[in-house]
């Protein structure tokens, strides 16, 4: 049988630590939500911007052929997810930029430091995102990409070959 004072005392200890991590759980959200919206637009803007270069490329070939909408459609979707391994690391890079420039300009970095958190602990859910991320990335660019670079250059052998 455990004395009273030890088992109140493992109560105590638990409770502290619940309520830290649901401190921590609050700034993780507070992180995590700056940096999904700047994250998301710099993952837009990053693709776009490699589909315009894309677009001014192969400009020479699309012209006077005479191709639906829905082939060009087609062969822009197959080229965005081509950029996808290009845009993500730069989307990556910006984003956390951009969300930690601006919590330090708005003196939360300061708050958090100032209260005894790590600048660790702060970007930690940022660290664990890109990882997933990542991970996400090396298993697209291992099993999805080779199918559709092959889908692509299909796609462009067929639309050089086709006269007008």
């Known amino acids: 049988m455990l004395p009273k004072y ?11 630590i619940l ?24 993952f837009l803007l990053a693709t776009f911007v490699f589909l315009m270069i894309f677009v001014f490329a192969y400009i020479v070939e699309f012209v006077g052929k005479h ?17 996808i391994p290009r845009s993500l690391p730069l989307a990556f890079l910006l984003s956390s930029i951009m969300s930690i420039g601006n919590m330090t300009e708005h003196y939360e970095i300061a ?9 660790f602990k702060i970007t930690q859910p940022l660290f664990i995102f ?30 050089r070959t086709t006269k007008p």
Do not use: D
């Open 6 to 16: 030890f088992l109140k005392n493992i109560i105590s200890h638990y409770s502290k």
């Open 111 to 119: 708050a958090m430091k100032t209260a005894g958190i790590s600048f």
């Open 130 to 159: 890109t990882l997933i991320a990542g991970i996400f990335l090396f298993l697209f660019s291992n099993f999805f990409l080779p199918a559709n670079n092959l889908r692509l250059q299909t796609l462009l052998m067929s639309i």
């Open 67 to 83: 191709l639906s909408f829905l082939k060009l459609l087609e062969l822009f979707f197959y080229f965005s997810l081509n950029t």
């Open 19 to 42: 309520t830290c991590y649901s401190l921590m759980k609050k700034l993780h959200k507070l992180v995590l939500s700056s940096y999904i919206g700047t994250f998301a637009i710099t």
